[in-house]
């Protein structure tokens, strides 16, 4: 039962066909003389076969040649079985026996034929697809960048950071009618669809085929794949690849996880991706508190912003009203809204004109950069962490407050302009409301971020002069003085008297004070005015220079410097420990100086300035460790300097407003004015000095810029500035 070699290289080369002789084939195969009595092929015919090599074995090499002797044991019983069914189902096309266009019709088996063989393949080639196809590890960039959006102390938007507006928010966080608004307006059957919509890509692919681009139909699963995954190219090969990653992704995660980045990575138009950003660039709202009917609208905008955003044209408007109706009636009919509900509906419910979510520039630059600065401090989030966004932060500012001061501090500067023009070239207003509890509560810091980054009411720059007295005043009653070396303190009270004339000597126990120069230190007034004996009480009222520096060294310079500190005055800005200290030689910042006159509106209790209240991501509150509380001074001490400033208000200017305290601050030199004056337990503190940035950091002289005592520049801002209530 051998098939010889020579029969079977030449049939397989003539024909490709095996012939059986009648009676099957003979042991030892068939002889040579029989061959050409089976079936004679028409190639055959025309092309004679050598007996001995055939057509084949001429063209063999000698190893393939002994390979087939190899498979000849093995080929010859499945020829002998497979042949006659091979000789059936070889395709004679054009069909013999048919003339004309006949020839070139397929008989029913070709055409089975072709079907299965397609159908096989075309099955093949999708599982070889599947199987191949890898979840791609990484997000597009846009896809995971959210921006950094803040909030004003009453809960409404400040100013948003990042190139990316949006906020990812958990399912749980989404109610359920508005994701179900979204389902119903893209695919309402999004939990039992296998990831993918066959009648939708056939649609996409009829589209791209016919005009050259694809169209709509894509299951939710497939949009998110190509929204994360994949370009927005609309092609052939891309939305071949979204729908195996879609099948895929499908398999690998929830319908919910899938729903979530959907919700979160979208389109909504006005600069915005993800459904909390939409809801509030639209509807200035949290997403958790959008109503059926808004977050229909929202789910509209899925179709094309450009198209339904009513605030764009008429035809805009048209066509959202439109789509928003029919979404509310298919949520309806897929029974997630009753008709009862549907009925409250009627009403379009318009979006706001603008997205409230603008970007930063002019003063809240520098709003944001201080809560910037506090959040990751605090918060101990890392510059990477921030910038991936998706923080919504929540500070203390106070939206009045910020524009009254802004407005008080511009009118001052454009007078100061008019003044003093060459002066006010180099003119800077530092200010800033700090209430009792710690709270910042506005801030100017220059007169536009995008031109100068320089925060002025931050900046520690210029000396505090005798605006520092309040803090000598409080050092002398909280430790008392001590006029001997190895003496004990004495207890000091505000009806203290003490050398109030101008030019008096520093003194300590052993004598007068000589600086490094070989010269006696003494104190002076503004104006070189004297006094005489005077109290401290009427002294801090009055700003008299000469007792406070003389109380500092009675006092010792290292409680001064102590109490200060403690009352909120950054350590670095104190200075050297020197007489000059208690003359007012530190450089505060204007936040500082108010956060340190607060300290005695608060009874002696000083809590750390601070920015941001509360910080979210993804619904989810961030820790956020509250400032720090402490005791500064005794509640007496703190009652009887919020008294002598009290009284220093009403002698300058009056008791209106009732409450009110505070009192100027003037420089030896001449390099700053100062008020800092509280109301309804908020201080604010204002600043004016001359820097030239172009050349340094060091001070300039005023040149008028301040005001005089009768009418200071820097109480004109603060009185002008003043917002009750705070």
Do not use: C
């Not at 000789?87 to 266009?101: D, E, I, K, Q, T």
Request: proline content about 6%.
């Amino acid at each position: 039962m051998q098939l010889g070699v020579e029969q079977l290289r030449a049939s397989v080369d003539e024909t490709m066909q095996l012939r059986v002789p009648e009676g099957g084939i003979p042991e030892g195969g068939i002889p040579e003389r029989d061959a050409p009595a089976a079936r004679p092929s028409r190639r055959a015919a025309r092309t004679p076969a050598s007996p001995s090599t055939g057509i084949l074995g001429a063209r063999l090499a000698p190893v393939r040649r002994a390979a087939a002797a190899r498979l000849e044991p093995v080929l010859g019983p499945v020829a002998a079985l497979l042949g006659p069914y091979a000789r059936r189902l070889r395709p004679h096309y054009p069909r013999p026996g048919r003339a004309g266009w006949r020839r070139w019709v397929p008989s029913w088996r070709q055409t089975l034929g072709g079907f299965l063989a397609a159908s096989g393949l075309s099955t093949l080639f999708l599982v070889t697809a599947y199987a191949t196809t890898d979840i791609p590890e990484d997000l597009n960039t846009y896809a995971t960048q959210q921006d950094n959006v803040y909030f004003w102390a009453d809960g409404t938007p400040l100013a948003r950071t990042g190139w990316v507006q949006r906020q990812a928010m958990p399912l749980d966080e989404i109610p359920e009618d508005v994701r179900w608004a979204v389902l119903a307006a893209e695919n309402d059957s999004f939990y039992s669809d296998p990831g993918i919509s066959l009648s939708g890509i056939t649609r996409a692919l009829l589209r791209t085929v016919g005009k050259g681009e694809t169209e709509g139909g894509s299951t939710i699963t497939q949009q998110y794949v190509k929204n994360v995954y994949l370009s927005q190219d609309r092609t052939l090969g891309r939305k071949f690849d979204e729908a195996m990653i879609a099948l895929k992704l499908d398999n690998e995660m929830s319908k919910d996880r899938i729903l979530e980045g959907y919700l979160n990575t979208s389109w909504y138009g006005r600069g915005t991706y993800g459904i909390q950003r939409a809801a509030q660039a639209y509807y200035g709202k949290e997403v958790q508190e959008l109503d059926v009917s808004e977050a229909a609208f929202l789910a509209s905008l899925l179709k094309g912003a450009g198209l339904f955003d009513p605030t764009l044209s008429a035809a805009n408007r048209e066509r959202a009203v439109e789509r928003w109706s029919w979404i509310l009636d298919r949520m309806v009919s897929i029974g997630k809204l009753s008709p009862q509900e549907r009925a409250k509906y009627r009403q379009f419910p318009e979006p706001l004109k603008s997205n409230p979510l603008y970007a930063t520039g002019e003063q809240s630059d520098y709003l944001v950069e201080l809560a910037v600065q506090y959040v990751k401090k605090t918060a101990k989030i890392s510059d990477r962490d921030f910038d991936l966004g998706g923080y919504q932060i929540y500070t203390t500012f106070d939206k009045k407050r910020e524009a009254e001061l802004t407005k008080a501090v511009t009118k001052a500067r454009e007078q100061g302009r008019k003044k003093h023009p060459k002066a006010a070239r180099t003119a800077h207003y530092g200010a800033a409301s700090v209430a009792a509890d710690g709270r910042i509560l506005a801030v100017h810091g220059g007169p536009d971020h995008r031109k100068q980054g320089y925060n002025e009411s931050n900046a520690t720059t210029v000396s505090a002069g005798s605006a520092f007295q309040p803090f000598v005043y409080a050092a002398g009653l909280e430790h008392g003085v001590r006029r001997t070396r190895d003496g004990t303190p004495t207890p000091v009270t505000g009806e203290e008297l003490y050398d109030g004339d101008d030019g008096v000597p520093v003194t300590t126990p052993e004598g007068p004070y000589w600086d490094r120069s070989g010269r006696k230190v003494a104190a002076s007034n503004d104006g070189g005015k004297s006094y005489g004996r005077i109290s401290l009480h009427r002294a801090l009222a009055l700003s008299v220079n000469t007792p406070f520096m003389q109380l500092g060294m009675d006092t010792g310079l290292e409680n001064v410097r102590a109490t200060a500190e403690a009352a909120g005055l950054l350590p670095s800005s104190i200075g050297a420990q020197v007489p000059a200290l208690a003359a007012g030689s530190a450089r505060p910042s204007a936040i500082r100086m108010a956060s340190g006159y607060a300290t005695f509106v608060a009874d002696g209790v000083h809590t750390e300035p601070y920015s941001v209240r509360k910080i979210t991501r993804a619904g989810d509150k961030v820790s956020l460790p509250p400032p720090g509380v402490r005791r500064a001074v005794s509640a007496d001490t703190a009652r009887e300097v919020q008294s002598a400033l009290t009284d220093a208000y009403r002698t300058a200017h009056g008791d209106t407003p009732a409450g009110a305290a505070g009192k100027v601050g003037t420089t030896e030199d001449d390099t700053a004015a100062w008020y800092v004056g509280s109301l309804d337990k908020a201080t604010t503190a204002v600043v004016v000095y001359r820097i030239d940035l172009n050349e340094s950091l060091e001070p300039l002289p005023l040149e008028g810029l301040g005001g005089t005592p009768a009418d200071s520049v820097p109480y004109g801002i603060w009185s002008s500035a003043l917002e009750p209530g705070g």
